[in-house]
């Protein structure tokens, strides 16, 4: 392991999260509270962690960044970021105990959106800045950032790139790894800006519609109102989102060849289309299904159809918002909905779960699989987006969801020794946090929270959205002996 490149780096994403600490000190200062001492506390602890990795020497040999380095810069530095940026919540007393306030700076930098907090109205408004803010930083990466902003690149960076970024491949846009980054943050902070507009035109005071557009853009789901998106009781400001969240859950690249003129390869991506179908059908199946069934106050079909689309694009898209207390759908629609937190978005954008292109690997892989043992003689390929797919990927495929699989079994059995919630809370509860979508059902359900598990569960919840954000492999690193030996 090269220590020296690793610390370097480690360094420079510490400065970076000094910097975004910044922010919320001025919204402190705008709504005239006392809270920045919360943030300036994180500041000097990352500055004074940052400095004297700049006066560590490392030319040659010892500058050179490989998949193992890549791999423990992306835990290291996720890991250790959650932890300072915790502070800001027991330094002002938004979150006094730590545990608690570690769960939700993890949740919100992993996207995840899972909740302790009860009453977020009467947290702070520079509180509330910072806790969407980790989401939209998560978003995207920090590496990324990091990337994007660097005047020049180590060329080993692409392995921390790799190590960050989701799906089962990563390529580069273009030739050089910070152009990359940075038309990646061009479309993602576009985007953002654009979405903040439309809320602002349905009237959403300038707080609400920065904070909405954040934890959209992150798919993190984290609201400044405690009914979550239902509070502004809008059918726009639903549209608007709903909208958003799905293209959140597309991959950037896709944008990329759209702005590059390759409109009509975009418009062929399997994956794409595969995510619109599942959604539009989830979509329609579960309006039907809840307009139809007794047990729901829903008397219109258009009222229905409203629900179902939020909640299945916020599901899919793995943001978390809620427009209604979905605990109360029949359970053919809670399947559905159970089934989209598997899948996930697609893979190269900011939403969770195993993503729609593993998904349609491991269906087609085993499909091939299935169809050469009744035909021992044919030869089967797989194919994705109109290419085969090599058998190291379809492996690799299989040994992420097996991964993925085993952590959300372990994990909601862990959570399940105490005493707290029934089956369908604490697998939903593991689901959620592995799959970093935030609500489950029953108790940890959308008009629910996270805060009635014990210190140990949360412990276990925030390794697992750890886990699901990083894609597993990343974080192994930690646990791996071979990484602290020479």
Not at 76 to 82: D, E, V, Y
Not at 342 to 367: C, D, E, N, P, Q
Not at 434 to 440: H, L, T
């Amino acid at each position: 392991m090269n220590w020296k490149a690793v610390v370097k780096i480690l360094g420079k994403i510490f400065l970076a999260e000094a910097a975004m600490l910044l922010l919320p000190i001025i919204v402190a200062g705008v709504y005239n509270e006392t809270t920045y001492w919360g943030f300036l506390l994180p500041i000097i602890i990352l500055i004074c962690l940052s400095v004297p990795t700049y006066f560590l020497p490392a030319e040659g040999e010892e500058k050179k960044i490989y998949a193992k380095e890549g791999f423990a810069i992306v835990a290291f530095a996720w890991l250790a970021m959650s932890i300072i940026g915790a502070l800001p919540y027991v330094v002002t007393k938004a979150i006094p105990n730590y545990f608690d306030a570690l769960f939700e700076t993890i949740s919100g930098f992993t996207t995840t959106g899972a909740s302790v907090l009860s009453d977020v109205e009467s947290l702070p408004k520079s509180i509330l800045f910072w806790r969407s803010f980790t989401n939209w930083i998560g978003g995207m990466g920090v590496l990324v950032f990091v990337l994007a902003v660097l005047p020049k690149e180590n060329s080993g960076i692409i392995h921390a790139f790799r190590a960050e970024a989701t799906g089962p491949n990563v390529g580069k846009l273009t030739s050089k790894m910070g152009r990359t980054a940075r038309i990646l943050y061009a479309i993602y902070i576009g985007l953002t800006l654009i979405e903040m507009a439309f809320l602002l035109i349905g009237k959403l005071p300038v707080f609400d519609a920065v904070t909405t557009a954040f934890a959209n853009a992150g798919t993190g789901g984290f609201s400044v109102r405690n009914a979550s998106i239902a509070s502004y009781n809008s059918l726009y400001i639903e549209m608007v989102v709903t909208a958003f969240m799905f293209l959140f859950s597309v991959n950037f690249n896709l944008y990329y060849l759209i702005l590059t003129g390759s409109v009509l390869k975009a418009l062929k991506s399997e994956e794409a289309i595969s995510f619109v179908v599942m959604v539009v059908l989830a979509v329609f199946a579960i309006a039907a299904n809840v307009f139809y069934s007794a047990a729901t106050a829903i008397t219109s079909f258009g009222t229905a159809l409203r629900y179902s689309s939020f909640q299945v694009l916020s599901l899919a898209s793995t943001t978390g918002f809620s427009s209604i207390d979905y605990n109360s759908w029949p359970t053919l629609s809670k399947g559905i909905l159970l089934f989209l937190m598997i899948t996930g978005g697609m893979a190269g954008s900011t939403a969770g779960g195993i993503k729609m292109s593993r998904f349609l690997i491991l269906v087609k892989s085993t499909a091939a699989d299935l169809r050469k043992m009744v035909h021992p003689r044919e030869v089967v390929t797989v194919k994705f987006e109109r290419e085969p797919v090599q058998q190291a990927t379809i492996n690799n495929v299989r040994v992420y969801f097996v991964t993925w699989a085993a952590i959300l079994i372990i994990a909601g059995l862990l959570i399940s020794i105490e005493t707290y919630g029934d089956f369908l809370t604490n697998f939903s509860a593991s689901l959620s946090c592995v799959s970093n979508i935030g609500p489950g059902f029953n108790l940890v359900g959308p008009a629910a929270n996270f805060a009635g598990y014990t210190h140990f569960s949360k412990v276990v919840l925030s390794l697992e959205m750890l886990f699901g954000r990083l894609e597993i492999f990343p974080l192994m690193v930690l646990f791996s002996p071979a990484t602290y030996h020479k």
